[in-house]
């Protein structure tokens, strides 16, 4: 269980297809498909609410879909019961079963399958997880963190093909938590099963997973490397969870290339044809606030910069490793921007003027109407 | 890297809109809460359903004449209520007098001691608990007998009551209403102190600290804050004293005299004493109407949504 | 400012009742009572609760020939013969324990599957049943009785009073305490422990045998000891039920006229101290099991 070199065994791909599932008259999970290749770290990432739960507890088994499948390496386990899936879940509570001692709660499953001895899959089991020292405690005895690791354990000794964790690591401090995630990545990478991750912690999902999925509404909204997600998301749900967007409205103008030119406001701005994930004249073009440098008026921008000249501090946060600015433009639209604090005092106070300009390569654009478009820019509400 | 943006996909679906589990062992899902309350509910149906029924029945029954005692039929006689109520009446207001005296005793005894163990106790809170269940371990006759015993005339109490001259010489306590009040004051004592205590112990400390920290003394806190909110087990606690103290009959029969007896006396010698089933019957069914016209009254005053 | 220092949040928080007061002199007794009122109150209530107690073991020591009333000498003896010159406080003691083992027994298994189904499985007619088990709970002692024996009685000669009848009662009237009490106790369990147990490749037997039963096993515990409790101090709904059989209650009450001999005291006091370490042990095993090993 402990070499990579097992993992074409112990992983599986998994493939959901037209999932769908309804609570009355709410559609939790509206027709999901999604293939998560074997031996992988995928995450669903979504706000409370999004059906990622729901999903996950379909592949388990606790939630019967109302259409669609689920097929494990070409076995379709759609209504399997759980106890005849060779599917493992790690639970947001744990789980662990308090009348058992920790050994006897890792070696719970290995027993229903029959297996006799199963001392050394356990110690192996506890080795991973690095606690083999409180086999013979009671879960009531153990700290959270020491209680996630046992129920991650419990979990794993079975080598399931998919490895389920539900928001595992909701319950513990900051400090803790970042631990558990090198860990689990670190366990995943030398167990070699397929992980399937489901968090709305967008951090959480970027540092641990190979792959992410962005859920909303019961619906995948977007799908890949956290860092195409993040540099590149093609709706403004996305562009919003992950991160800090500035969204502006423009039209477009004219072609260069590889880019495309957009109006916005009267401004020229350069956008990245691969970016651009609409073919609507009307696009919203999206800047990182970490990738905009704000000037002062009378300092040189290089040509090809993409640049907003008029703005105003209206806040600036100090904020140890960065200062948090919040500019407005002439239309009323306030932007963040994060400025890293290379030097010492502040640069620009509240109250002054400055350009606000950054790397064309670092814009992306959007469809103005996606699906997922409730998330209007931040405008004055004063304006409307 | 291209952006892969998976919304809508409509692939063939070989078989994958195949609904619920094969419908056997839903059928047998179905049929298993049914077996599993049958016995139970067997059980109390024809042991307790059944026989207040037939009580119902039997309360508009007349006596057979010339016949013999304890022969009755049925000739649906509703006027047997009124005859039971105006025969008895003096009962049925001394057993609410007796009750409603006896539960305001124990919340005044109850309500300080629930209030100590909530507040007061911290370690010795659960031992604190077993000694108010504690008396129940002893046989409650045995107990209620022991009071009669420890009121005597000849015994220690009221020796040193009358030495004190706190008591006039020919006064005996017992075979008195006090007697009588006594007994079911002590005999319900822990039902009233338990669910104060709970409720008690559900209050949440800081709301008591925001009354000392917005200028409230001791007593303003308590009057204000604490006794309001544990009205719950207040209201929980009173119920579950006054509903059987109303129906005892042991107390009176053990600590008092034919001059203070309850409606629960009368309804047990009419029974097995003098075979006159319909109007025992009938007294039983005015009990329980009686009984709970108060506590409709009292729910509805107190306005308590939760009674527990 | 002063107002502010007199009623700090250290009287909310003061645990336990001070013991030696501060200040001087006759002062020091009033000011004692004063801010010790409360647990002096409680003392007073306990006292109260336990006075009849006293006078019970007390008497159980008294050299008592026919009636127990006056003090009339220390003696072992009735400690050492419980059952006395006529056995029939014995056979009374016997019969209300096998009565209460029965009745618990019984009780206990049918209530639990009740509140098995009650709380785990959805079907119609919830609230009739709802009714049906909540009623006897708040139906007088007497009527339960009186209508019982109705019943017995119009059965006419199949049924005789006796010892199956008392049993039948106290189940009759156990069953909704323990359905209650094992019902809240399945309400409490975390749903997604079963959950566990069935990801980790229990079926539905297993999972109740392994993970809900033991859950569950302490509410059915304390339902079993409540029903027992129930049954075997009960007099009322007994006395109208049991013939000429006598258990505990029902032949103190009886033996009341002429004066309760020193035997009953024997096992009253004898029960009431049993139980008590009893509940006292479990507690400290409590205590230390929860403080780890």
């Known amino acids: ?49 999004c059906g990622k739960t729901t999903t996950l507890r ?82 009531g005895q153990l700290s959270g963190g020491q209680q996630q690791r046992i129920a991650l354990a419990r979990a794993i000794v079975n080598q399931p093909q998919v490895l389920l964790l539900d928001e595992p690591l909701g319950a513990l401090d900051l400090k803790l938590r970042r631990q558990m995630q090198l860990e689990l990545k670190r366990i995943q990478t030398e167990v070699g099963i ?27 909204e977007q799908l890949g490397r956290p860092a195409d997600l993040y540099e590149s998301p093609v709706t403004t749900f996305v562009a919003n969870f992950l991160g800090q967007s500035n969204l502006l409205d423009g039209e477009h103008a004219g072609d260069l290339g590889t880019h495309l030119v957009v109006d916005v406001r009267g401004n020229k701005l350069r956008v990245p044809r691969s970016r651009v994930s609409s073919r609507d004249r009307n696009i919203l073009v999206g800047v990182r606030p970490e990738k905009i440098r704000l000037r002062a008026p009378e300092e040189f921008v290089p040509e090809n910069c993409n640049r907003l000249s008029g703005g105003v501090v209206l806040d600036a946060s100090f904020a140890g490793v960065s200062t948090q600015y919040v500019v407005r433009m002439p239309w009323r639209q306030d932007l963040t921007v994060f400025s890293q604090n290379l030097g010492i005092g502040e640069r620009f106070p509240a109250g002054s003027t400055v350009t606000v300009a950054w790397e064309p390569e670092h814009t992306f654009g959007l469809d103005a109407a996606a699906a997922g478009a409730p998330e209007r820019p931040r405008t004055d509400p004063r304006e409307s | 890297m291209s952006i892969t943006s998976v919304s809508r996909v409509n692939p063939t679906r070989p078989g994958g809109n195949r609904r619920a589990r094969p419908a056997r062992s839903e059928a047998r899902r179905r049929h298993v809460p049914y077996l599993l309350l049958l016995p139970g509910l067997l059980w109390l149906g024809v042991f307790f359903v059944v026989p207040i029924v037939t009580l119902l029945g039997t309360s508009t029954q007349t006596r057979v004449p010339g016949g013999e005692i304890g022969e009755f039929t049925q000739t649906l006689r509703l006027a047997n209520y009124w005859d039971a109520l105006s025969r008895y009446q003096e009962h049925f207001g001394r057993s609410v007098l007796y009750a409603g005296v006896a539960t305001l005793a124990a919340l005044i005894i109850g309500y300080p001691l629930a209030y100590m163990i909530a507040f007061r106790a ?42 004190m001259h706190l008591m006039p010489e020919g006064a005996s306590l017992t075979a008195t209403s006090f007697a009588v009040v006594c007994g079911l004051t002590y005999n319900f004592l822990p039902f009233m102190t338990l669910p104060v205590y709970a409720s008690l112990e559900r209050i949440d400390h800081r709301l008591l600290e925001a009354g000392y920290d917005l200028y409230g003394g001791p007593w303003t806190v308590l009057r204000r804050v604490t006794f309001p909110l544990s009205m719950p087990g207040v209201v929980a606690g009173t119920l579950l004293t006054f509903i059987p103290a109303a129906g005892d009959f042991v107390n009176a029969g053990l600590l008092g005299t034919t001059r203070t007896q309850m409606i629960g006396n009368v309804i047990e010698s009419r029974f097995v004493d003098l075979n006159d089933y319909a109007t025992a019957a009938c007294l039983s069914f005015l009990m329980m109407a009686v009984i709970l016209a108060l506590v409709l009254v009292y729910i509805r005053r107190t306005g308590t949504e939760e009674l527990v | ?47 109260y609760l336990f006075l009849p107690i006293a006078y019970v073991t007390v008497f159980s020591f008294n050299d008592a020939k026919r009636s127990n009333i006056v003090w009339r000498g220390f003696t072992l003896e009735n400690w050492e013969n419980p059952c006395g010159a006529s056995g029939d406080v014995c056979t009374a003691v016997r019969t209300s324990v096998e009565v209460g083992i029965l009745s618990t027994v019984l009780a206990t298994m049918l209530g639990t599957l009740v509140a098995f189904a009650l709380q785990r499985y959805r079907f119609r007619g919830r609230t009739v049943v709802n009714v049906i088990i909540f009623m006897p709970m708040a139906t007088p002692e007497v009527v339960m009785g009186a209508s019982l024996l109705t019943l017995f009685l119009n059965m006419g000669g199949v049924v005789t009073l006796g010892f199956w009848t008392i049993v039948i009662a106290h189940v009759m009237f156990s069953l909704s305490f323990v359905i209650v009490t094992v019902k809240a106790r399945i309400a409490s369990l975390d749903a997604s422990l079963e959950e566990a147990a069935k990801d980790l490749y229990a079926n539905d037997l297993q999972t109740f045998r392994r993970v809900t039963l033991p859950l569950v096993a302490p509410g059915i515990a304390a339902a079993a000891l409540l029903a027992f409790s129930l049954s075997f101090d009960d007099y009322i709904v007994t006395t109208f039920n049991s013939g000429t059989v006598n258990t505990f209650p029902k032949y103190v009450y009886t033996s009341a006229q ?25 507690e400290l095993l409590r205590r230390r099991r929860s403080r780890g090993s």
């Open chain 2, 122 to 163: 911290g370690r010795w809170r659960n031992v604190l608990l077993v000694l108010v269940i504690a008396p129940f371990f002893c046989s409650f006759i045995l107990r209620t007998y022991a009071w009669r015993q420890i009121l005597a005339d000849e015994g220690t109490v009221v020796r040193t009551l009358k030495w």
């Open chain 3, 258 to 282: 002429r004066g309760i001999p020193a035997q009953v005291y024997v096992f009253g006091a004898g029960m009431f101290y049993l139980a008590l370490l009893i509940v006292l042990l479990g």
């Open chain 3, 1 to 47: 400012m002063s107002v502010l220092t007199r009623t700090g949040p250290s009287r909310a928080r003061a645990v336990g009742c001070r013991r030696t007061p501060a200040g001087t002199g006759g002062h020091r007794i009033r000011r004692w009572l004063g801010e010790n009122a409360l647990c002096v109150y409680a003392a007073l209530a306990l006292g």
């Open chain 1, 58 to 139: 379909m592949v388990a088994g606790l939630e019967d879909p109302d259409a669609g499948d689920i097929r494990l390496g070409g076995l379709d386990i759609t209504h399997a019961r759980p106890h005849r899936r060779p599917v493992n879940t790690v639970f947001q509570s744990y789980a662990l079963f308090p009348h058992l001692d920790v050994f006897e709660n890792v070696a719970f499953g290995l027993r229903r399958r029959g297996r006799k001895n199963v001392q050394p899959a356990v110690m192996d089991a506890l080795d991973l997880v690095e606690l083999p020292h409180l086999a013979r405690r009671r879960p």
């Open chain 1, 1 to 49: 269980m402990r070499t990579g070199e097992n993992s074409t065994r112990t992983g599986s791909s998994l493939s959901l297809r037209g999932l769908t599932k309804r609570y009355g008259s709410l559609l939790a999970v509206d027709d999901l498909s999604v293939t998560i290749p074997k031996g992988s770290f995928f995450a669903l990432l979504g706000p409370s609410g």
């Open chain 1, 194 to 220: 397929t992980f399937l991750h489901v968090t709305h912690d967008q951090e959480e999902a970027m540092t641990m997973a190979d792959t992410v999925a962005v859920m909303n509404r019961g619906r995948i």
